[in-house]
T-cell receptor
Framework: AQKVTQAQTEISVVEKEDVTLDCVYE???????LFWYKQPPSGELVFLIR??????QNEISGRYSWNFQKSTSSFNFTITASQVVDSAVYFC???????????FGTGTRLTVIP | EAEVAQSPRYKITEKSQAVAFWCDPI?????LYWYRQILGQGPELLVQ????????DSQLPKDRFSAERLKGVDSTLKIQPAELGDSAMYLC??????????????FGPGTRLTVT
């Protein structure tokens, strides 16, 4: 069965600091997809990134970067030079090929202090 | 930019009453999902549609919950009768998923249900 663990329940950083959100997953499938979503106080889940299990290349998008390591079953998310607008709950999620529905972790609440 | 629409945004109801939520997915998205998110937790799948067919409703409490997507476009989720434990955010999402490839899901603003 699939499982997504986000061990960090809450993180607080001062603006402009870098922060890494951890995500560890479990699955028996060889083909799967990993996602990160942002949920600001407004409540709507915002898609950030999708990765398939065959693509371990790290990705950078502006201040955001993702590190996918199959050897440790981790898909970590780093925000560089954090800003107050980054304050939100961040969810890591897993989807197994064929099932397609997302299995979410419990989320990490990030607070960026000005 | 295309968005997933949901209504109502907020609903307060007394237990034992019936409630219904509506979702209009992004045009062209064949797959539609209903998730329930309890405060402080991640969303959990209730039901998944591919076009008008139910793909997965294994986590849907079928004694009180029902969902339909009659024409393969918009969808309705109903609870009858509502119970106190149903208080949660109900999220609708859609995606371009076809076959075994999972694409990103786009979420609507959700309906926050409070059962008193």
């Amino acid at each position: 069965a699939q499982k997504v663990t986000q061990a960090q329940t809450e993180i607080s950083v001062v603006e402009k600091e870098d922060v890494t959100l951890d995500c560890v997953y479990e699955t028996r499938d060889t083909t799967y997809y990993l996602f990160w979503y942002k949920q600001p106080p407004s409540g709507e889940l915002v898609f950030l990134i999708r990765r398939n299990s065959f693509d371990e290349q790290n990705e950078i998008s502006g201040r955001y970067s993702w590190n996918f390591q199959k050897s440790t079953s981790s898909f970590n998310f780093t925000i560089t030079a954090s800003q107050v607008v980054d304050s939100a709950v961040y969810f890591c999620a897993l989807s197994e090929a064929g099932a397609n529905n997302l299995f979410f972790g419990t989320g990490t609440r990030l607070t960026v202090i000005p | 930019e295309a968005e997933v629409a949901q209504s109502p945004r907020y609903k307060i109801t007394e237990k034992s009453q019936a409630v219904a939520f509506w979702c209009d997915p992004i045009s062209g998205h064949a797959t539609l999902y209903w998730y329930r998110q309890i405060l402080g937790q991640g969303p959990e799948l209730l039901v998944q549609f591919q076009d008008e067919s139910v793909v997965d409703d294994s986590q849907l409490p079928k004694d009180r919950f029902s969902a339909e997507r009659l024409k393969g476009v918009d969808s309705t989720l109903k609870i009858q009768p509502a119970e106190l434990g149903d208080s949660a955010m109900y999220l609708c999402a859609s995606s371009f998923d076809r076959g075994t490839t999972s694409y990103e899901q786009y979420f609507g603003p959700g309906t926050r249900l409070t059962v008193t």
